[in-house]
């Protein structure tokens, strides 16, 4: 009982692992009570048992394991999470449950396993059952296979996989156990009453006793199929459905019972034989030996081989064609027999496998029908059949086509019998119209065949067809049979039994077909029915409407079925005609038409005319009416007035009567005459258009165009081709027959007169519109000068669209249900081309079989790959003679297949050429091609070679156009390809199936076969496959679902399946919508090209109506409600000009559709299409803040895809389709993604007119707009394109008005693609393209373009590498050479690589740009462009010497006004917010040029090397004025500085060759100090660190305000553009920091060079550093503190080695600018000033001599006049008026009342508050010295006053301060400096209670400070410039000479103390001075300039430099072009070893 009462207590769970079997069953017991009570199945509470439950069933104790089966079955019955146990428990299962003795145990094991299989798990269950059969106990076999059959029997052949199934069994039928054998019989018995003979093949090969016994068992089974009984949990709606069923006997319950009893395929069933490796060695040597018999043998071994059931995939094309050989050719009839039955086992054993070779065997077969002996006939019949199995009909269909019209009678016949016998295997949908229509046209033919076995055949073929596609689908090709003829075919209908065995004519086999139509056209009418009040209130125009709509069958050039369904009418005498006439017209009109008098036959035909207009159609008599008109004189009538009125008559009688072709062909003679008549040629026209709309406008064209050619009247012709040109607008280009016209066009063509010549070429440029490039394809013979004349007018045609239909042919109802049968066969088609395909099948196409000849394929075979080449060579040839050809194209496709395999890779490409040539020659018959030679082009996407991929990538593209995608998915070859390991097939494979599959509507269900590869490729090695894969994840997902992917995860390995779900998980979150189907509302049928197919709108679409609505928007006017235009966003002018097209007719269509919605409107006042109007008129784009700024974060973070392309894939489209719903207007976006090419042109035409009024949020969705812009680059429609160019050259304009400038992220989104185009063949492209980049480089750095063009030079487009290479040379004419990029030499170097260019246009282009650079370095270009070939270079030289006559030719200086006039270039070297408004520049030129020679004594400043004054001028009248050119917007904080650049002539940085004078080489460095460019700032700094470093240093002299000026701008633009940057390196921006600080801290340290910067430079440089010390950003950068240190190192040498009076004078302005402008950080700035101030009061003891007091007097006087004694008080801090006081106060104490007599700067002294204040000072009573101790003894009696409580308080604070980590230096400092002031205060008591090492911490941190404080006082580094608490730390004076010596003495002890005695720099709290010897610039630094103007000094520095280059432009003038100047005077002494210095630092740092 001890031992019970412990487990007793135990939780349950414990209790089931517990060791002693009664706690277990304990357990097991409490577990199946609790299992049985928790009420939700995904109760956390089930967690806990998962690891337990396979221990439930494993138990080793009999007892407590059943309870524990129960306690587990009940687990997995309610729990959730049952799912994740199935493999354990069920092995545990098998292994532990099955071999107990106890049929309870088992019943238990078997019930869970059937529970699992209901709870989704059918497939882990069965692989552990079928483990169980391999295992040794027979027991657990036998149980294993019983629960098998229980599962089958229960939950069917759906769930449960046959296929493994089946393949155990037999070897279970040979087990030695008895019981084993009776289970396996009972499952085969199980397995056959679900699939029933499909049992019988595998079970062959089992012991005859034994299939005879299950034989016996199969016949007692009940014939009808079984029924699934126990059905999955996610089943229960079908469980419930069948339940119903069963209850109402329904007849479609049949229907699902006969689908699962054919749902396994027995060819499923079988295992694959492979026999090409069992094949006789010898076989192609036998089959091609002389004696029948070796043949015969070689044969027989096949034909064994052949007869397995299944055969494995392989390569059988070399077998198939040594049969068909046989076939073909053997004499002997037996072995052609035997070859026949050998194809027939290889098709049957391939099934669609074998579809590769069908094409290649099927058109041998039936010429070899030309046999008479029955068992050749039936061998052949066999093969032929089982070979179509393999494929389509619609494959097969041209080479029977091609037997029809064979002499052989026999040919002929089998033919239609094997027709006959295929459309029994064929349904409704394997028959479309398109494929019947010519079959029966040529069975028609056979009817009347002389031979009754031919007429027969053809009976009983056209029989079968009328009996699979029904009667009414046959009928309209049967119209011309008589009814006998359609008696016999619906006879042998009656007769046929279709494959599926039913026998009846018109049951369920119609019925179902025609439930699929009447479904189909109610899906495709959705759109229509989404506001059925709007119909309804326009239901007066329904009719019309529908008519109309229906026969606009857009883009197909196939004539309607209307046409077949005509009216029909005999032809009646005169007399008969006379009699009914008389009926209907009166007695007095008749009489009259043949009068003599004209005026009688007038008035006859006026009464014969009004009779027309009121008569009823019912009762017209049509031809007898035109047989009256025709009567003599008939249409030869003499007055033109009665002709007019014959004319419209004819008109009248067509458009309201019952008008036949009978009743047309009586008058087209006569009005064809008519139509050239001057007075009646518009009546005769109108006549032929209404004819046209009555009897079809291709049956009317036909005859109109024939009769005319068939006169020889010029005129006539002339009009007839131009009344066609108009009606083929009108009517649309549906079922025009091209070939009628062709052969009359040439001849109309050739005419001698113009006119008809001018027609023929007019009418062309009509049809161009509609049927695109193939049409030039019939002309190419003409002669060039015609020829030309075509293509202009292809030209002009090219890029519009053809217009919508506005007439149309009037249509029977069942023509009506023809065209939409029609649309349906075309949706089901799923691309490739739609109409274009139509209209390409026009074309006349050549046979070339023949040339095939069997040398040719053996010549492409041979081993000699030059005799290979040969062979193709002539392909090439045989295929471009022929132009187009038939799909016949004999044994061709095999050679080609094998030479896609080539190990020579330029026979590959070469192939693929040839596959490109197939494609476009051959058009839609490629398809039966596909599977030969389609699926070995995917293979060629595995080579290793990049470009052999891309042409095997742009073939496959080429196919899929003509062909459509539907037949590349069919069958297993796709998933054959992807399982090829081979990274690169599988990449290319991938993404091009993720490009094609989301534009696809339906695929094929064997894509499935396809994802156990795709899963595969998920976990490739490879990471570019890896990602192919998951782009491909979601558009495998949109096809075939979640759920079907989910399961098919389940044969993946755990680890593996937990990844892949995952991401079919984010797959499922992005998977595109499946592309809606294409809806039947107008635009859907109009006519089209094939190129630039305008589609219809999507359902979603919100049209009020649907028909006539799609026709206003695709003709331009989109009026969807009745408000007057000018509401509505104007069309762009390609819509106005379509709009013009229109006729009265469809203006009063609109106004009936307005009416109608405005009825609809009254009803339902808030309907969509006023909703969509009213959002339109809102703004088009939102300004989200911030949201650019998101997108770049984005993208750098890899969040979203960066826009990098080469062609735009769907996930980049649907990205920004996201990206731009926040910001777009929804109509916007929908128009801007719409796939008509109109609606983009009208949504760019509303931002054009938004553009101003919303430039704020188009410059916020700047990088959306230009990413959606690069998409229309790649649309091959010119109309969008050249809108696209309009906007964007508008959209520049804006931005250079807006002072916008690209970002990196924006341009590098735009740029590269914009460059693209510059190669397009079309010159106003090219034109508007340069226009856009002249005007990007206003808006983006030149020198950030420059690399984007130097890209653009790497083109394979010969057109775009010339036009970036004139780009380039404009770029560097307009900027100079620093606008190359890198370096200029890396860039020459490539550019003169195209001088060797194989194009003219390229070759000069490089030379040019080369001359260009010629033209800015002279013979420097020779070393920069690097070696080129003698000839070359002789090109090169030719070319400038060319260029420097036209340059000596020209006048030698451009005038004022032309340079003003000239566009003035963007800064190159800098990106900036803002520009300075550019003024006219033509005031400061003309100053400039008179000021020339007056200021000729300044030094020569060459004027490359100035700053450019161009860019910062602005209106002056004289030079005296220039200093207000910058005073724009600099004193700005924040505000970045606009970088003077080289205009014109930029120079090289080699310019010691060109510049030999020492200032012009100073100043050319400091000029590019300031660059844009980093690299190039850098260069420039170090080559003057080297100069400020030697002794030669004072040859800067007369440059430091020039070189600070230009150190501060590069400061600025790195605050304001490089900091803001985060594209670049901030180690970059640390480097240049260092250089700069570098150079200033050594220019510094020179007295001499420092005491030369004036104040206002001083000023600006004291602003920028202190905003560098408070600039927030460089806490966030590596090194920034070191930054820091050094800039207040820098602060200090500035402080103390400027010159003293320019540096107070400055720190006086700059603090009082800072309390005038308080703006961010301004206090900080201003506490800054103050501390350097105090500082300079400091010095000012040793200084005072050097003072100029009366300067500094007057800007303390400026200083108080601005703030007066009162406002400084108001000041929210004191310390500006103590500092104040405290510089005056030292000021008098150190010079006494002399102070007094320096006032004089000082204007109305009087009034000056500084002169009253110093006379107060000097009162008696107030001498200083007396003051000042004064006021000590004052503060020593305060301090004495001091309670005891606050000393100890304030110490106490003070030794917090110590004692915290933080904050413990600051508390040193206090402490020192509060014993300094108390030097009696008393330490003891606060330290007794301290530790010593406290003790000694503090004693020693004392000691430091005062060490420290004993040499000079400096800025604090901890707080960058001491805090407003410690100014005492500046106020000690100090008047002692220090000796420079002893103070490195104690930086040294310094450093040892503090171990940094190594370190090169140190920050300023630890150091002043760095030795003298400083190392080369390379540490970390950086700035944030913002700084105010400096007007004195640059008034005077931009005077210099103006005078400079002038006077340079003298010398230059003089000098030779080699520019070797004579050597100018200089200061210095030794030039020539600086310039030598100089180079040696550029060649370094190069």
Not at 1584 to 1605: N, T, W
């Amino acid at each position: 009982m001890g031992d019970d009462s412990e487990w007793m207590k135990l939780p349950v769970d414990q209790k089931c692992e517990h060791k002693v079997w009664k706690a277990r069953l304990s357990g097991y017991e409490e577990a199946l009570k609790i299992f049985q009570m928790i009420p939700d199945e995904k109760s956390p509470e089930w967690g806990k048992y998962l690891g337990l439950v396979k221990k439930f069933v494993t138990d080793s104790n009999a007892v407590a394991q059943l309870k524990g089966l129960e306690a587990a079955l009940a687990f997995i019955e309610n729990a959730h999470v049952a799912g994740k146990t199935t493999g354990e428990v069920v092995s545990g299962v098998v292994t532990k449950v099955f071999n107990q003795p106890k049929a309870r145990a088992k019943e238990l094991g078997t019930e869970i396993c059937l529970m699992y299989i209901e709870i989704e798990k059918a497939e882990v269950v069965q692989d552990e059952l079928l483990k169980g059969l391999d295992n040794k106990n027979p027991k657990i076999v036998v149980t294993c296979l019983e629960t098998l059959r229980k599962a089958l029997s229960e939950f069917g052949s759906k769930i449960v996989t046959l296929k493994p199934v089946v393949k155990i069994l037999p070897k279970q039928f040979e087990s030695r156990e008895k019981a084993v054998r009776e289970e396996a019989k009972q499952l085969a018995v199980e397995i056959f009453k679900w699939i029933r003979d499909a049992l019988r093949p595998p079970l062959q090969s089992i012991n005859s006793v034994q299939l005879k016994e299950l034989e016996e068992e199969w016949v007692k089974l009940p014939s009808a199929p079984p029924r699934q009984s126990r059905f999955l949990r996610s089943q229960q709606g079908l469980k419930a459905k069948l339940q119903q069923q069963a209850q109402g006997h329904d007849q479609s319950n049949d229907d699902e019972e006969e689908e699962v009893a054919t749902a396994v395929d027995p060819y499923e069933l079988l295992e694959a034989a492979e026999i090409l490796s069992k094949m006789p060695k010898d076989f192609y040597d036998k089959i091609e030996a002389k004696k029948w018999q070796e043949r015969k043998e070689a044969l027989e071994a096949v034909e064994t081989l052949a007869k397995k059931p299944k055969l494995e995939n392989g390569d059988y094309g070399d077998l198939v064609r040594a049969l068909k050989k046989v076939v073909g050719k053997d004499a002997n009839v037996m072995l052609v027999s035997l070859a026949a039955k050998c194809l027939a086992g290889l098709a049957t054993g391939l099934r669609k496998k074998f579809g590769t070779y069908a094409g290649q065997v099927v058109p041998t077969i039936l010429e070899k029908f030309k046999e008479k002996k029955p068992q050749v006939v039936q061998a052949l019949q066999e093969a032929i059949d089982a070979i179509f199995l393999t494929t389509t009909l619609q494959n097969l269909s041209e080479d029977v086509l091609a037997v029809m019209d064979n002499k052989n009678p026999s040919i002929k016949q089998q033919a239609s019998l094997f027709l006959s016998r295929s459309f029994r295997h064929c349904t409704q949908a394997m028959l479309p119209k398109s494929a019947l229509k010519p079959l029966c046209a040529a069975l028609i033919k056979q009817v009347n065949d002389s031979a009754p076995e031919v007429r027969d055949a053809a009976f009983e073929a056209l029989g079968t067809a009328m009996k699979v596609v029904g009667e009414k689908a046959v009928n309209p090709f049967l119209a011309d049979l008589d009814k006998l003829k359609l008696d016999k075919i619906k006879e042998c209908a009656d007769k046929v039994e279709l494959a599926g065995g039913s026998k009846s004519a018109g049951g369920a086999a119609e019925k179902k077909p025609a439930a699929k139509a009447a479904e189909a056209p109610s899906k495709s009418s959705g759109p229509p029915r989404k506001a059925p009040s709007t119909a309804g209130s326009k239901a007066s125009a329904g009719p019309a409407k529908k008519g109309k709509a229906a026969s606009a069958a857009g883009g197909k050039a196939k004539k309607s079925a209307a046409e077949s369904k005509d009216f029909v009418e005999t032809e009646l005498a005169v007399e008969a005609c006379e009699e009914l006439a008389a009926g209907v017209l009166p007695a007095s009109c008749l009489q009259q038409l043949d009068s003599a008098n004209w005026k009688e036959r007038l008035a006859s035909v006026e009464d014969f005319q009004r009779a027309v207009e009121t008569m009823d159609k019912t009762v017209m008599p049509c031809q007898a009416l035109i047989r009256m008109l025709t009567k003599k004189p008939g249409l030869k009538e003499t007055n033109f007035q009665v002709m007019q009125i014959k004319l419209h008559v004819v008109a009248l009688i067509a458009q309201r009567g019952n008008f036949s072709k009978t009743s047309a062909l009586l008058v087209l003679d006569g009005l064809v005459d008519k139509v050239g008549d001057v007075k009646c040629g518009g009546n005769a026209k109108e006549a032929l258009t209404a004819i046209g709309e009555t009897c079809s406008l291709p049956w009317t064209a036909e005859q109109v165009v024939s009769t005319a050619f068939s006169q020889k009247n010029p005129k006539n012709q002339a009009e007839t081709l131009n009344w066609l040109s108009n009606a083929m607008k009108e009517f649309g280009f549906s079922g025009i027959n091209v070939k009628a016209f062709i052969n009359n066009v040439k001849t109309a063509l050739g005419a001698t007169n113009p006119a008809v010549r001018t027609a023929a070429i007019t009418l062309l440029g009509v049809m161009f519109l509609y049927m695109g490039a193939p049409l030039r394809m019939f002309f190419e013979d003409e002669k060039p000068a015609l020829l030309s004349q075509i293509d202009a007018e292809f030209e002009k045609m090219t890029g519009q669209s053809p217009p919508a239909p506005i007439r149309f042919t009037k249509k029977t109802a069942a023509a009506e249900e023809d065209a939409d049968d029609r649309d349906e066969q075309d949706e089901d088609g799923g691309g490739g081309g739609g109409g274009g395909q139509e209209i390409m099948d026009l074309l006349p196409r050549t046979d070339i079989s023949d040339k095939i000849s069997s040398d040719l394929v053996d010549k492409i075979s041979d081993k000699n790959w030059k005799i290979r080449k040969e062979g193709l060579d002539e392909v090439v040839a045989i295929i471009s003679e022929a132009k187009f050809i038939t799909p016949n194209i004999g044994e061709l496709s095999l050679a080609l297949k094998g030479r896609l395999g080539d190990s020579n890779k330029i026979l590959v490409q070469q192939t693929l050429t040839i596959l490109q040539q197939l494609a476009t020659s051959m058009g839609p018959g490629l398809k039966q091609h596909i599977k030969a030679l389609g699926i070995p082009m995917i293979t060629v996407l595995g080579d290793s070679k990049a470009n052999v991929r891309a042409a095997a990538l742009s073939t496959l593209q080429l196919w899929v156009e003509q062909t459509g995608m539907k037949d590349w998915l069919e069958g297993d070859d796709l998933s054959e390809e992807m399982k090829r390991e081979n990274p690169f097939l599988r990449q290319e494979l991938l993404g091009w199936l993720a490009e094609k599959l989301p534009i696809l509507r339906t695929v094929p269900a064997d894509l499935m076969l396809c994802v156990p590869q795709l899963y595969a490729c998920l976990e490739d090695r490879n990471g570019d496959v890896r990602k192919k894969a998951q782009d491909a994840l979601p558009t495998f997902m949109m096809h075939l679902g979640y759920d079907k992917m989910n399961k098919a995860t389940g044969k993946l390995k755990p680890a593996s399946k937990d990844q892949v779900v995952a991401m079919l998980e984010k797959a499922r979150a992005v998977m595109p919508a499946k592309p809606a189907a294409p809806t039947k509302a107008g635009g859907g049928k109009e006519t089209s090209r094939a190129s630039s197919a305008t589609r219809a709108p999507p359902a979603s679409e919100d049209f009020m109506d649907s028909k006539p609505e799609v026709k206003k928007v695709r003709g331009g006017a989109a009026v969807k409600k009745p408000s007057p235009p000018p509401e509505d966003p104007a069309p762009p002018p390609p819509s106005k000009d379509k709009d013009s097209n229109g006729s009265k007719k469809q203006a009063g269509k609109s106004k009936a559709a307005a009416g109608g919605q405005q009825g609809a409107a009254a009803k339902k006042p808030a309907g969509k299409g006023q909703k969509d109007d009213e959002d339109k008129s809102g703004p088009i784009f939102t300004l989200v803040p911030n949201a650019k700024e998101q997108r770049i974060k984005e993208e750098k973070q890899l969040k979203i895809l960066k826009w990098n392309f080469m062609t735009p894939r769907d996930e980049y489209v649907e990205q920004l389709k996201t990206q731009m719903s926040t910001c777009f207007a929804k109509w916007l976006q929908d128009e801007l993604f719409h796939f008509d090419f109109q609606r983009h042109v009208k949504a760019i035409g509303v931002m054009m007119e938004r553009l101003e009024s919303e430039s704020d949020a188009t410059i916020g969705c700047l990088d959306l707009i230009l990413k959606w812009f690069t998409l229309r680059f790649f649309d091959t429609n010119t109309t969008v394109l050249m809108k696209v160019l309009e906007y964007l050259k508008l959209l520049f304009a804006m931005l250079n008005r807006e002072n916008y400038h690209l970002t990196e992220y924006e341009a590098n989104s735009f740029v590269p693609y914009l460059i693209l185009k510059v190669g397009e063949s079309k010159d106003g492209v090219r034109k508007d393209v340069r226009a856009i980049l002249a005007m990007l480089c206003k808006v983006y750095p030149a020198s950030k373009v420059f690399p984007f063009l130097m890209e653009g030079t790497k083109s394979k487009n010969s057109k775009q590498r010339a036009e970036c290479l004139e780009e380039l040379g404009c770029l560097i004419e307009g900027y100079g050479m620093n606008v190359c990029q890198p370096t200029p030499a890396k860039s020459l170097k490539e550019i003169a690589v195209h001088i060797g260019d194989r194009d003219t246009s390229v070759r000069n282009a490089a030379l040019n740009t080369v001359v260009a650079v010629y033209n800015v370095c002279g013979e420097q270009v020779y070393k920069l462009i690097g070696h080129l070939s003698e000839k070359e270079m002789s090109m090169l030289e030719e070319r400038i010497k060319r260029s420097a006559k036209k340059t000596q030719a020209a006048p030698p200086k451009q005038s004022a006004t032309e340079r003003s006039q000239r566009e003035q270039p963007a800064n190159p070297n800098a990106t900036f917010l803002r520009k300075p408004a550019q003024e006219d520049p033509n005031k400061l030129n003309h100053a400039r040029q008179n000021a020339q020679h007056s200021e000729s004594s300044h030094p020569s400043i060459p004027k490359e090397f100035q700053l450019d004054l161009d860019m910062i001028e602005s209106d002056q009248t004289g030079v005296c004025e220039l200093p207000d050119l910058v005073q724009h917007k600099l004193d700005e904080l924040l505000e970045p500085i606009m970088i003077p650049e080289p205009k014109m002539r930029s120079v090289s940085p080699h310019f010691d060759d060109l510049h030999n004078n020492t200032a012009s080489t100073i100043n050319f460095v400091i000029s590019q100090v300031a660059s844009g460019d980093i690299n190039t700032s850098i260069q420039a700094l170090a080559q003057i660190d080297e100069v400020l470093r030697q002794d030669k240093a004072e040859v800067m002299s007369g440059h430091i305000d020039q070189f600070l000026i230009a150190t501060l701008m590069q400061l600025r633009l790195i605050y304001s553009t490089h900091m803001a940057d985060e594209r670049l390196d901030k180690r970059d921006i640390i480097k240049l920091y260092s250089c700069i600080i570098g150079n200033m801290l050594s220019l510094f340290s020179m007295d001499s060079l420092a005491k030369e910067a004036s104040m206002g430079v001083l000023k600006d440089l004291m602003h920028g550093v202190m905003m560098l010390l408070l600039d927030g950003r460089m806490e966030n950068i590596e090194d920034g503190e070191q930054v820091i240190r050094s800039v207040n190192l820098l602060v200090i040498r500035v402080l103390e080695n400027s010159d003293q009076t320019n540096m107070i004078s400055a720190l006086l302005v700059l603090l009082q600018d800072s309390l005038m402008t308080p703006s961010a950080g301004s206090p900080m700035l201003s506490e800054l000033i103050m501390k350097c101030l105090w500082r300079m009061i400091r010095r000012l003891p040793e200084n005072i001599n050097a003072i100029n007091l009366d300067r500094v007097l007057l800007d303390v006087h400026n200083f108080m006049k601005v703030f007066p004694k009162e406002k400084l008080k108001q000041l929210k801090s004191d310390v500006p008026h103590r500092t104040l006081k405290t510089l005056i106060h030292t000021l008098c104490r150190l010079t006494g009342s002399k102070i007094l007599d320096h006032l004089s700067m000082i204007e109305n002294r009087n009034e000056s508050e500084l002169e009253a204040y110093l006379r107060r000072v000097f009162k008696p009573s107030n001498l200083l010295g007396g003051k000042s101790e004064h006021g000590n003894e004052r503060g020593l009696r305060t301090d004495d006053r001091m309670s005891k409580a606050k000393v100890s308080d304030i110490l106490s604070e003070i030794f917090k301060k110590i004692g915290s980590k933080e904050n413990t230096k600051e508390g040193l400092t206090e402490l020192y400096e509060y014993k300094q002031k108390y030097s009696d205060v008393d330490l003891e008591p606060f330290l007794k209670n301290t530790s010593q090492f406290f003790q000694s911490y503090v004693e020693r941190g004392l000691r430091v400070i005062e060490s420290e404080r004993e040499g000079k006082p400096r800025i604090q580094s901890s707080s960058v410039i001491p805090q407003h608490g410690s100014d005492s730390s500046l106020n000690s004076s100090n008047n002692e000479e220090v000796n420079l010596a002893m103070y490195y003495e104690k930086l040294k002890v310094l450093r040892q103390r503090h171990g940094t005695e190594n370190t090169a720099r140190q920050s300023v709290s630890s150091s002043e001075e760095e030795p003298p010897q400083r190392a080369a610039i390379s540490s970390l630094l950086p700035p944030k300039p913002s700084v105010a103007s400096s007007t004195d000094m640059l008034h005077s520095k931009l005077s210099q430099l103006k005078e400079s280059r002038e006077l340079y432009q003298q010398e230059h003038n003089t000098h030779s072009p080699t520019h070797t100047h004579a050597r100018s005077a200089s200061p210095a002494t030794n030039l020539d070893d600086l310039k030598k210095r100089l180079e040696r630092i550029k060649s370094k740092r190069q």
